[in-house]
């Protein structure tokens, strides 16, 4: 089942989505599992998971990007549980749905190289973009820690091994 979740029960399902979210973040120089809480908590991004009898498998972060003449849905996070690589039609398509509702034009991905070979898919175009960052102040930018100490995300995590049982949400693409 995929579901958008509701602001109200992200903070405490946050332990349970931190460990995708930190997966999906290692190889992006500015994004943090901490910033994409602070988005969704402010209302400029979508939480939603993938779950089976209230287990998560996949989470994936949603934003809309405004842009001259058109919205475009960002896909800002995407990681799974070993297999979700699988589901991907069907995120893909519900994410086509959530994208429609929310009035976007297009869809778009900025990921590591690896994602263009799982989405070689008619209608989906690979385009070459060139990233370039630099601090503009004192504190350099660290693609391992994005700027801040880790330890801040788990600051009120509960122990790794518990599997989240999510609880039924309105929050569903139709």
Request: aromatic share 6%; net charge positive; hydrophobic share 40%.
């Amino acid at each position: 089942m995929l579901n958008q979740l509701p602001t109200h029960m992200i903070p405490g399902l946050w332990p349970a989505l931190l460990p995708f979210l930190e997966r999906a973040c290692r190889a992006h120089p500015l994004e943090s599992p901490r910033n994409l809480l602070r988005k969704a908590l402010d209302g400029k991004a979508a939480v939603c998971i993938e779950s089976d009898d209230g287990i998560i498998l996949t989470v994936f972060v949603l934003e809309v990007h405004q842009y001259p003449g058109r919205d475009v849905c960002l896909v800002a996070a995407l990681s799974g549980r070993p297999g979700f690589m699988s589901r991907l039609p069907a995120i893909s398509d519900w994410v086509d749905q959530w994208a429609k509702l929310h009035g976007c034009a297009g869809i778009a991905i900025m990921g590591r190289p690896g994602w263009a070979r799982v989405f070689k898919q008619p209608g989906v175009e690979h385009t070459k973009l060139v990233m370039a960052y630099r601090s503009l102040t004192d504190v350099p930018i660290d693609a391992r820690n994005h700027g801040h100490d880790p330890a801040e995300d788990r600051a009120d995590a509960r122990p790794r091994g518990r599997i989240a049982r999510i609880p039924e949400s309105s929050g569903r693409a139709s």
